[in-house]
């Protein structure tokens, strides 16, 4: 019986693919699961499949020559060729694992995993290939049904052109169906997201201090703040823990957040931000914070419990809520919700602070990670307008691609390398690729102080689109991080899909390595706003707590 056209596999389309398997096998930034590694490799299979028949069929129709063998011992060939492959990739791919995982603290690789990487890589391959075939089997329904139409008049070309464009208008239909489905799982999704910000958890009790949004006495609601922001001013330390680990008076910190229905614009909230820092009178502490957000409105608790802890409680954070969707849906669905929501309260609350006497105000400081250090560096474009903006700021993992940062990085000393840059043009900068830096930060620091945490294995600060078919600079001889296996190497296709999976899984590693910056932005604060007056053994406690939160972010943010 013959078998189904849908069903054959090309030749030269398995032995690259088989190829693409085994390069992408080769390390990249973070250690890889096995359902990752798994999913990374049926992609690139699928990839190095479609390049691989392309190729081979160029070939056949270029070259004139009997290819029957092919049907008794070209499974053979490539059956062989794989075996020794796969004997020589074992070894190397066990070892380049264990090197990256070693570099965040990760223990060996389970050889018995082997078995269900491959069983996961078939799988995403056969799904791969199965799109492939369809498409592959429309464009053949279109040129039987139409491309013959020219050729009985013998119009091959029109054949040609019409079998095309037909195909063409398909394709486009495909895309606009898609684009369709897209928005309408967004918009279905965000309403489920509506539903998970407006739920009222019974393990999240109200605050009892006219210090916190929701609490007696506040403009905000407390059913308004949303599920993001009640867990903000429902936790972090009251003036008796800190004292307890300082070993000197303390008091409450104040916490502001605005929710999403707090208010009807990202203006109207700012506004109302502001009117609750007057409330619970802000302009008297030593700090006021502003944090940008993640998607869902999430803020890492360690990074404001720490400023807490250092400044006794003399401290007021203030936050505004713009959306319900997990970042990576704000960043490539709503890009502007971002930006404006970050933009409209940093403007109200910077222009409440510039009202105060200049000797008798708080410091005045932003911080934020991905998407929200992101947002805020738009917000503020330029070094001049963060300089002269902020009295001090940490930026941990700055999403690729980011402007600010990105004419800071090219604005870099000479022999400074990408991702350990040095600029001594704006002399507020300082970039730093770990906790160790940070806590040491060598020479003279101008004010204000401005920090950027980028950790060299962080593939949201380095993995852009360009990595699909570029080499980045941060690969370059000279330009590597000291995070980043030597053994790691450039690839076009199949280093930008373990790029994204890289990016997938990049809060899921030990502190101080890919997407978590714990420990380094504790240090970052001390640097930029003072250790508060704390001896070394209190600065140790306050560390030693830190230490011990769950730092990853909850999956969806």
């Given at each position: 019986m013959r078998t189904p056209h849908w069903a054959r596999l090309d030749y030269g389309g398995v032995l690259v693919g088989l190829v693409f398997v085994a390069l992408s096998m080769t390390p990249s930034m973070l250690p890889r699961p096995w359902y990752y590694q798994g999913a990374v490799s049926g992609v690139s299979f699928a990839a190095g499949y479609a390049l691989g028949a392309a190729l081979w069929k160029v070939v056949r129709g270029s070259v004139r020559w009997r290819n029957d063998w092919l049907t008794v011992w070209g499974w053979a060939i490539i059956a062989g060729v794989w075996g020794v492959m796969f004997v020589v990739l074992l070894h190397y791919a066990t070892s380049w694992q264990n090197g990256v995982r070693k570099a965040v603290g990760w223990e060996p690789l389970d050889s018995s995993q082997g078995w269900l990487l491959v069983a996961v890589a078939v799988v995403v391959a056969a799904l791969c290939l199965a799109v492939g075939r369809g498409i592959s089997c429309v464009y053949r329904a279109v040129r039987e049904r139409v491309g013959h139409l020219f050729e009985r008049r013998g119009w091959r070309a029109g054949g040609a052109l019409a079998t095309g464009c037909a195909t063409a208008v398909v394709a486009l239909g495909m895309i606009a169906a898609w684009v369709v489905l897209s928005s309408g799982m967004v918009l279905f999704l965000d309403s489920r997201w509506e539903v998970r910000n407006d739920a009222m958890s019974p393990d999240t009790p109200r605050p009892t201090s006219p210090l916190r949004s929701g609490g007696p006495g506040s403009l905000v609601a407390w059913e308004d703040v949303g599920s993001k922001g009640r867990a903000v001013v429902a936790s972090g330390p009251n003036a008796a823990q800190i004292e307890a680990v300082t070993g000197r008076p303390a008091m409450d910190p104040i916490r502001i957040y605005v929710g999403l229905h707090s208010a009807d614009t990202y203006q109207e909230r700012a506004e109302l931000a502001v009117k609750e820092l007057?409330?619970?009178?802000?302009q008297d502490r030593a700090v006021v914070v502003l944090p940008g957000l993640t998607g869902t409105g999430?803020?890492?608790?360690?990074?404001?419990?720490?400023?807490?802890?250092?400044?006794?409680?003399?401290?007021?954070?203030?936050?505004?809520?713009?959306?319900v969707s997990p970042s990576w849906v704000s960043a490539i669905f709503h890009p502007e919700q971002s930006l404006a929501g970050t933009q409209a309260l940093y403007n109200a609350v910077h222009a409440w602070w510039a009202t105060l006497p200049v000797d008798h105000r708080p410091q005045l400081v932003v911080y934020g990670v991905s998407l929200g250090a992101q947002a805020l560096q738009q917000?503020?474009?330029?070094?001049?307008?963060?300089?002269?903006g902020v009295d001090g700021a940490v930026f941990a993992g700055t999403p690729a691609g980011?402007?600010?940062?990105?004419s800071l990085r090219a604005q870099r000393d000479p022999g400074t390398p990408v991702t350990a840059p040095v600029v001594t043009s704006v002399p507020q900068v300082r970039f730093f690729n770990n906790a160790q830096q940070a806590r040491m930060p060598a020479g003279s620091w101008k004010?204000?102080?401005i920090a950027f945490l980028e950790h060299g294995n962080d593939p949201v600060v380095w993995m852009d689109w360009s990595v699909f078919y570029r080499k980045p600079e941060w690969l370059a001889a000279g330009q590597r991080s000291p995070a980043i296996s030597p053994d790691m190497i450039y690839i076009p296709v199949v280093t930008g899909l373990q790029g994204l999976a890289d990016a997938a899984m990049a809060?899921?590693?030990?502190d101080d390595a890919g997407h978590r910056y714990a420990d380094a932005t504790f240090f970052a604060w001390i640097d930029i706003t003072g250790n508060g007056g704390l001896d070394q053994a209190a600065l140790d406690r306050i560390q030693a707590i830190i230490d011990e939160y769950d730092t990853e972010a909850p999956i969806g943010q």
């Open positions: 007057e409330r619970t009178h802000a999430w803020l890492e608790p360690q990074a404001i419990d720490s400023l807490e802890y250092l400044h006794g409680g003399d401290t007021a954070m203030v936050a505004a809520q713009y959306s917000t503020l474009p330029t070094t001049d307008a963060l300089v002269g980011t402007p600010l940062v990105t004010a204000p102080r809060e899921g590693v030990p």
